[in-house]
């Protein structure tokens, strides 16, 4: 949700700052803007436009935006809708302040009714203004002393950067919101998220609540709100710079599709134990303290959740529960010391899994996240850290994380098992074998594009669709609806199969195809039962099924084809052609794939 980029060094800043937002368009956003520093106390040069990067690149046409030092802003609307005066940069009324935000500033309205009785005059309908007029209000030569000002006075999330045409510097602090500096020589970055930095370096460092950062081309200079200094650690990145590149495909959501196989290799690498007979995870957890799991997350990563609950169960023989975050957070749940809540989460910054987690630590709870981006908030709180290692992500509709989400949950089952004691040998060896064998069975699921691009025709003129599932495939349902909604904008609903009877079954008519998980279980036969119950309503019935199942055919109207795996490690293959066919339906109504409407990539406000 809104991207943020600044930069200041010897290259032409405005050009460094509209790259980093094309960069970070993937996060969400209905309006951008920049801001120029010309230097030696010029006025400041701000361009911004609602719309989509083109528009503002439009506008940028003409302008002479000559300046070392620069601010770059995409805006996710919250509070005002998406105009040119609502985008950010912000300026001060003398021109010579500009601030950008990303967060929520919840006290703004009397904030806004104080400073315009003194005299100050807004100009946008936005909370993030009052920053602006504050900062300005208490400005005398020290910027970083005015934000920090400006800061102690209020309520809510932010990450703030400003800069001050009289000043050589970006001044940026953070509350809830990330923010990253990267470190060069004689220039420096900073961005809302890694991708924007990586053309230029792999030196980082995460600013943390209550930081306040001094930019210069010198240097970086952290300090806490009351001014005392304060030593973070510089990090290095090791995504390459083609990961968060498209590399010929058309979307990054394709590409990422792709990649699974790889990513599967990258999530599983190393973390076998020579003999095969358990899982290295480096886990301080100790197995036998804890009597219960609850795991909590938001989409789609609650869905992996869900697939990782059943493994849990199943494996480790412990009570797991799937709770969303945005829930959990707001309830009175039960939980001690012997409760593991599991967060599961691609960006480590979706607030509601973060503020569910901070419930679960007040509570007493152990905490554990199963994690895509190292250095991410989540990846401080929790006790301990399983990395899904599924590279940079930037699709919005979420695919490799997930398919490296329940790889890692798979494992995690086996470990929590071995350390439990409930898992024998031969079963331990069983799973490893399937486990091993999943990148290549996950690449003859990419093979089905082909035969999904026909059914997406379908698709594309259904009034809705009906998902269902059983067991370990409920999640692999709802998954797939979550992905065709996203992206295709056509309306899904998931269902487990067995539920179909008891309310769904009403909408079931030949405009709402029936997209069914029909692979191999110990269910199957109840599975079918239930197609045969969609097509004796003229039902039309789309199944996954496994190769080699000769009789799926006469009791569905199209049947895709997927290698066949055990079945607690079917959801991995299963969710291939359901990603398929969400884009391609998308594909056929040339609809937005990388950027759908409304959606942000990572939602950092409530
Ligand atoms: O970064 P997170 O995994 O915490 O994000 C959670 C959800 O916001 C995310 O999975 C969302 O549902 C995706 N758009 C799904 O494609």
């Known amino acids: 949700m809104c991207g943020i980029v600044a930069y200041v060094g010897e290259r032409s800043a405005a050009e460094v700052v509209v790259d980093g937002l094309r960069r970070l368009e993937y996060r969400g956003y209905d309006s951008s803007g920049v801001v120029v520093s010309p230097g030696a106390g010029a006025d400041l040069r701000v361009v911004k436009r609602a719309g989509k990067l083109a528009a503002l690149e439009g506008a940028l046409v003409g302008h002479v935006l000559d300046g070392h030092l620069a601010l770059g802003h995409t805006r996710w609307a919250t509070h005002g809708r998406p105009s040119d005066a609502n985008a950010h940069p912000h300026l001060s009324e003398d021109g010579r302040l ?61 990450a703030l950067v400003a800069m001050h045409s009289d000043r050589d510097e970006v001044v940026a602090a953070r509350a809830t919101s990330p923010l990253v500096i990267g470190l060069g020589d004689g220039e420096q970055w900073l961005a809302s998220d890694v991708p924007a930095l990586l053309p230029y370096t792999r030196r980082v460092v ?133 409760t593991l809540v599991i967060a599961v989460s691609q960006s480590g910054e979706t607030i509601d899994t973060l503020e569910a987690v901070r419930e679960a630590k007040r509570r007493g709870a152990r905490t554990l996240a199963v994690l895509n981006v190292k250095g991410s908030s989540l990846s401080r709180e929790v006790d301990d850290v399983l990395f899904v290692h599924a590279g940079p992500e930037i699709g919005v509709a979420s695919t490799k994380a997930y398919m490296a989400m329940l790889a890692a949950f798979a494992l995690l089952a086996i470990r929590l098992g071995r350390g439990r004691g409930t898992l024998s040998d031969e079963r331990v060896a069983e799973l490893v074998a399937g486990l091993r064998g999943l990148p290549h069975a996950v690449e003859e699921a990419l093979a089905t594009r082909d035969r999904v691009r026909v059914l997406a025709e379908r698709m594309a003129s259904a009034r809705s669709a009906l998902f269902l599932g059983r067991g370990v495939n409920v999640a692999t349902a709802f998954e797939g609806a979550l992905k065709l909604k996203e992206i295709s904008y056509v309306h899904a609903e998931a269902y487990p199969m067995g539920e179909m009877k008891h ?19 110990a269910r199957y036969d109840k599975t079918v039962a239930n197609l045969q119950e969609v097509r004796a309503r003229d039902g039309i019935v789309i199944a996954v099924a496994s190769e080699g199942d000769e009789v799926i055919a006469s009791h569905a109207d199209e049947v895709i084809y997927v290698p066949r795996v055990m079945e607690l490690l079917s959801p991995l293959v299963n969710v291939v052609p359901l990603q398929l066919l969400a884009y391609e339906t998308a594909l056929a109504l040339g609809r937005d794939v990388d950027q759908p409407r409304n959606l942000a990539k990572s939602v950092t406000v409530e």
């Not at 900062?135 to 002393?145: K, N, P, Q, S, V």
């Open 98 to 158: 500009a601030v950008i935000h990303n967060g929520i500033i919840e006290n703004y309205l009397p904030l806004r009714e104080a400073l315009t009785a003194s005299g100050h005059v807004f100009e946008s309908e936005t909370d993030s203004e009052v920053l602006v007029h504050l900062i300005e209000h208490d400005f005398a030569g020290d910027l970083a002393g005015a934000m920090r000002s400006a800061l102690r006075q209020v309520l809510g999330a932010y």
């Open 206 to 338: 995460y600013l943390l609540d209550g930081d306040v950062a001094v930019m210069t081309r010198a240097g970086v200079h952290i300090t806490d709100l009351d001014g005392a200094i304060v030593d973070r650690p510089v990090e290095i990145i090791d995504w390459d710079a083609e990961a968060a590149e498209k590399g010929g495909y058309e979307h990054f959501m394709l590409k990422e599709i792709d990649e699974q196989p790889t990513v599967l290799q990258q999530t599983l690498g190393g973390r076998f134990r020579p003999d095969g007979l358990d899982v290295d995870l480096d886990l301080a957890l100790d197995p036998t303290a804890i009597d219960r799991v609850v795991i909590t997350a938001a989409g789609t990563a609650s869905y992996a959740g869900m697939v990782g609950a059943t493994m849990i169960e199943s494996l480790a023989r412990l009570s797991t529960t799937v709770e969303v975050a945005s829930e959990l957070r707001y309830r009175d749940p039960v939980m001690d010391a012997r």
């Open 503 to 521: 309310g769904p079954i009403a909408l079931i008519e030949p405009s709402v195809p029936v997209v069914a998980i029909a692979t191999a279980s």
